[in-house]
């Protein structure tokens, strides 16, 4: 099968699960296949833990890991750690749950910062630099984050240099009435998730990211997502701009959901429909416009409406 076909089948087998949300695995997907990472920003219940487990159950041989992010949590229980054999008595390195192919930081926010920062070279260069070796992160490596909007006792926010290394951040939302309920008659004697057969293999992902990385990206379209990204620096509403991360980001994502919109060029439109998903998290506001009730989601929606599109 074609790399197009490939992701059309990946993303119905997760649809046929995580129901009422098309959309968003279609953005969740093309963020891994871009080689990027997400944050799911949304109420509990909505379906962020059920959607990675669809996921890595839908990919053959993919390795999933969960981690509970708790305040006592350490950098070792991430990334691993180095244990004596009392046969050998010599050290021996037991891999953490961050090396596998999809792993579920799961309420990421209610750890110390000193842990949350374990995953910041991971998530940045694929690499853990444990006990002074470094360490490569081979397969897929993709993160799947979730944080709660509404809850705030006991956790900590991310910093700035974390929210960047995510691609993306997004929520799911609540799904119609319809939906709800058609949810409910797929759980009535077990869990679709827990029947859910992989459709593509590790290998067609990553022939899919490769041919992601082919699609054409032409140069109007590289100078209009830099004027994207770079309107929001010097903007009297902004006080930390996104950096030129996020034109790598916006780039690579939109190639990817290319491919699932079964073209082979990126479209202005295609742009467009990421560039709040993609830049607004890693901008930080003045306080003057956060008391005026401004968002930087908002900001980046008008930017999108008043910024020029290539012909």
Same mark, same amino acid.
Do not use: W
């Given at each position: 099968?074609?790399?197009?076909?490939?992701?059309?089948?990946?993303?119905?087998?997760?649809?046929?699960?995580?129901?009422?949300?098309?959309?968003?695995?279609?953005?969740?997907?093309?963020?891994?296949?871009?080689?990027?990472?997400?944050?799911?920003?949304?109420?509990?219940?909505?379906?962020?833990?059920?959607?990675?487990?669809?996921?890595?159950?839908?990919?053959?041989?993919?390795?999933?890991?969960?981690?509970?992010?708790?305040?006592?949590?350490?950098?070792?229980?991430?990334?691993?750690?180095?244990?004596?054999?009392?046969?050998?008595?010599?050290?021996?390195?037991?891999?953490?749950?961050?090396?596998?192919?999809?792993?579920?930081?799961? &309420?990421?926010?209610?750890?110390?910062?000193?842990? =949350?920062? #374990? !995953?910041?070279?991971?998530?940045? $260069?694929?690499? @853990?630099? %444990?006990?002074?070796?470094?360490?490569?992160?081979?397969?897929?490596?993709?993160?799947?984050?979730?944080?709660?909007?509404?809850?705030?006792?006991?956790?900590?926010?991310?910093? &700035?240099?974390?929210?960047?290394?995510?691609?993306? =951040?997004? #929520? !799911?939302?609540?799904?119609?009435? $319809?939906?709800? @309920?058609? %949810?409910?008659?797929?759980?009535?004697?077990?869990?679709?998730?827990?029947?859910?057969?992989?459709?593509?293999?590790?290998?067609?992902?990553?022939?899919?990211?490769?041919?992601?990385?082919?699609?054409?990206?032409?140069?109007?379209?590289?100078?209009?997502?830099?004027?994207?990204?770079?309107?929001?620096?010097?903007?009297?509403?902004?006080?930390?701009?996104?950096?030129?991360?996020?034109?790598?980001?916006?780039?690579?994502?939109?190639?990817?959901?290319?491919?699932?919109?079964?073209?082979?060029?990126?479209?202005?439109?295609?742009?467009?429909?990421?560039?709040?998903?993609?830049?607004?998290?890693?901008?930080?506001?003045?306080?003057?416009?956060?008391?005026?009730?401004?968002?930087?989601?908002?900001?980046?929606?008008?930017?999108?409406?008043?910024?020029?599109?290539?012909?």
């Amino acid at each position: 099968m074609s790399p197009t076909q490939n992701a059309a089948k990946l993303e119905s087998a997760i649809a046929s699960v995580v129901r009422g949300q098309n959309d968003i695995i279609r953005r969740v997907l093309a963020c891994m296949l871009s080689g990027g990472h997400v944050l799911l920003e949304d109420y509990p219940g909505t379906g962020k833990t059920t959607l990675a487990k669809a996921i890595a159950k839908a990919i053959s041989g993919a390795i999933f890991t969960r981690v509970q992010f708790t305040p006592d949590l350490l950098p070792s229980d991430i990334l691993g750690i180095s244990v004596l054999d009392p046969r050998t008595q010599e050290f021996r390195f037991h891999p953490g749950p961050v090396f596998t192919d999809i792993l579920l930081a799961d &309420e990421i926010n209610r750890a110390s910062p000193r842990t =949350q920062s #374990a !995953l910041l070279e991971a998530m940045s $260069e694929r690499q @853990a630099t %444990i006990e002074g070796k470094c360490h490569e992160l081979d397969g897929l490596f993709f993160v799947i984050a979730t944080q709660n909007p509404v809850e705030f006792r006991g956790t900590y926010p991310l910093p &700035e240099a974390q929210m960047d290394r995510f691609s993306m =951040q997004c #929520a !799911l939302g609540y799904v119609s009435p $319809e939906e709800e @309920a058609a %949810i409910l008659a797929d759980q009535t004697e077990t869990h679709p998730v827990d029947t859910l057969d992989p459709v593509v293999s590790r290998d067609d992902i990553l022939a899919i990211s490769a041919a992601a990385r082919k699609v054409r990206f032409s140069d109007e379209l590289r100078h209009y997502a830099v004027s994207l990204v770079g309107a929001t620096r010097g903007h009297p509403q902004v006080q930390l701009p996104a950096s030129p991360r996020a034109s790598l980001a916006l780039m690579k994502l939109s190639q990817a959901l290319a491919v699932f919109e079964g073209m082979d060029f990126v479209s202005p439109e295609i742009i467009q429909s990421l560039a709040v998903d993609v830049i607004a998290h890693r901008m930080v506001l003045t306080p003057e416009a956060k008391y005026s009730g401004h968002t930087a989601r908002q900001i980046i929606t008008d930017l999108v409406e008043n910024t020029p599109v290539p012909v």
